[in-house]
């Protein structure tokens, strides 16, 4: 970031101190990104307002809803509904009627993730709907800049069981288990993994829950996620048991030496 600056500094041009305000936005967003994954939340918020900001004085407005829509999935991730719903809204604006597909698949997707933080099941479940319809149309093409990843429906199915686990719908999370498992990288597919366990302790399935979170909690701490651990840790807050089974103590016992 500071070598970004600094080349802005000596920018003769608009139209290079735009091209180095979007190399600085991509810049301060995988800052962002970086700390959330080290449970930084307060860092990660300010990354990504950065983002946001530098997306803004690049003149792109599709970098800028990108970046937008990056800090409303991170609020809906952090639990602050409202403020992510009034975030993926400002996205739109932004785009107006220049929305690329993806651009509304993904952004009906955060904000089915808002309205789970909410405890709103009913717009969730619209927003999910929506966004897999509209994952199943995108053309067989890449993604336009800034969507370097590919959004398709199996990401649609991952967000419904994060939203399932926030809603303690056991159901959104166990039928969709399987397929939610093969998408992402390790760390990914990890918080996912604590997503399931949560959907087995709305269901009852206290030891399964928990073989399950202990696993995504190994991860973890291969990785050195906080974000992670973090997760894990509020899995666990969530059961409350004078005498809880063996497999809850072991993983307590591992949870206790981890500090992240």
């Not at 609020?75 to 785009?95: D, F, I, S, W, Y």
């Not at 993806?102 to 099941?121: F, K």
């Not at 509209?134 to 800049?145: F, G, K, Q, V, Y």
Request: positive net charge; charged residues 25%; hydrophobic residues 45%.
């Amino acid at each position: 970031m500071r070598l970004i600056q600094s080349v802005s500094g000596t920018a003769a041009g608009d139209g290079d101190r735009n091209r180095l305000a979007a190399v600085g936005s991509e810049a301060a967003s995988l800052a962002g990104w970086l700390a959330w994954d080290m449970g930084d939340n307060g860092s990660a918020r300010v990354w990504y307002g950065s983002a946001v900001k530098a997306a803004r004085s690049s003149g792109d407005p599709l970098l800028a809803a990108y970046q937008t829509g990056s800090l409303a999935q991170f609020e809906a991730h952090a639990g602050n509904g409202t403020e992510a719903l009034n975030l993926a809204r400002r996205a739109r604006r932004v785009l107006g009627d220049r929305r690329p597909p993806v651009a509304e698949a993904w952004l009906l997707s955060v904000e089915a993730l808002a309205h789970a933080a909410d405890g709103d099941r009913r717009s969730a479940d619209r927003a999910l709907t929506a966004s897999r319809a509209a994952a199943e149309a995108l053309p067989e093409e890449p993604p336009p800049w800034p969507w370097v990843f590919a959004f398709g429906p199996e990401k649609v199915t991952a967000c419904r069981v994060t939203c399932g686990a926030r809603l303690g719908l056991a159901d959104w999370v166990l039928s969709d288990d399987v397929a939610a498992l093969a998408t992402g990288h390790a760390k990914q597919r990890a918080l996912l993994v604590i997503d399931i366990a949560a959907g087995h302790l709305a269901g009852g399935r206290v030891e399964s829950a928990f073989a399950l979170a202990r696993r995504a909690l190994e991860t973890g701490l291969t990785y050195k996620s906080g974000r992670i651990v973090e997760r894990a840790r509020a899995l666990r807050r969530t059961l409350t048991a004078n005498a809880p089974p063996k497999v809850v103590r072991d993983f307590d016992e591992r949870l206790h030496g981890a500090y992240l």
